[in-house]
């Protein structure tokens, strides 16, 4: 009878998971599909002569949304910490499938003029705001319901659940590309995943509303007001900045190796887009296997030697690999270069995640976590395609991404050593006293 208790609760933790991360996965799979098609919605409603204009008012637009993820990750946040876990995830998918419809549905530049181009920046900005607290507010629920020792496994499936949207996005493109011709892709083609995911809308209402509130948050005895949330983010700026850079290593990798490369594998490798996306798939698959595995084994031996260990690779690494890729540029090639910078982004996301989630104070625990996390996307992540892009225009050298993602492997390995250094610092008084007690 024990046993079989205990492979309930299992189970009970494995829907729950599911359920939380089922809007994730809908948030993700729609800011994918953007990055996916974007030389086809750049044609579709930013039709200029020149391609590269073209390529770049779309990811303009795509880092748009990213803008609007502080001001949902303030807003939203605050409304998740006062009202509750539960609640909130139900209407930041509310807000995601708005988004979401509104893309899918408007017609082209051809059809409706400027109209066509200020609808898909409306249903962007949607999108940012819903997304500026979604992956926070997942990350915190599965933090407050995992098992003790666990939480870093346990927190690794909100990325996880981000892996599986690009998965199904490349499945889905490399489907079409070989049942479409590339003009049926050009013109009506690409919309047919953005109408898959307004059809799922409705069963990820029903499994998320299937949610209950975290235990963790229902024994908290003070809710705090949305003022006295506001009060406490700008008492704890530093803190949340420091969160920033660490997420920045994070957003850069994922974007680049994700979002950017179906773009980078076509223009600039040019390869096919069947070879992108499959590259694309491949990539997302190692990415959903490193990331359990490391937040597992960051329960084990903590998050700082993981984070320090893989930021660091990645600054001495990313450019030499892009470089490398350039100058021998194939399908194996590439797909080799993407698995190394997969493993480095997976295995430091993986413990920096459940670290961000420790280092936020609980009281503002979902609006903290959702902000630096906001930040870092708007500020480095979400223009990952657009600075890769005018990174390779402005210096000739294809190659130049690596630089970005460098960047950001400086930005995670400066963030964790003061962060951690701190933590050492405040701890080490309450040692000092604990030892004092015992003699």
Known sequence: ?????????????????????????????DFFLFGFYASYISKAFF???NEYASLMLTFVTFGAGFLMRPLGAVILGAYVDRIGRRQGLIVTLTIMAAGTILIAFVP?????????????????????????????????????MSTPGNKGFYVSWQSGSQQVAVMFAAMIGYVLNHWLAPAEMGDWGWRIPFFIGCAIVPFLFYIRRSLEETEEFLQRKVRPSTGQIFASLGQNWRIVGLGMLLVAMTTISFYTITVYTPTFGKTVLKLSDTDSLLVTFCTALSNLFWLPVMGALSDRIGRKPLLVAFSALTLLTAYPALAWLVANASFTNMLAVLLWLSFLYGSYNGAMVVALTEIIPVTVRTAGFSLAYSLATAFFGGFTPLVSTWLIEVTGNPAAPGYWMAFGGACGLVATLVIYRGIAMRDRPSAAAATLSSR
């Open 1 to 29: 009878m024990a046993s079989f208790s205990e492979q309930d609760r299992s189970r009970s933790k494995v829907a729950t998971v599911l359920r939380v991360t089922s809007g994730n996965f809908l948030e993700m799979f």
């Open 47 to 49: 039709p200029v002569a």
């Open 108 to 144: 082209g530049y051809a059809s409706i003029g400027l109209f066509a181009p200020f609808i898909v920046l409306i249903g962007r900005l949607l999108q940012g705001f819903s997304a500026g607290v979604e992956l926070g507010g997942v990350s915190v629920y599965l933090a407050e």
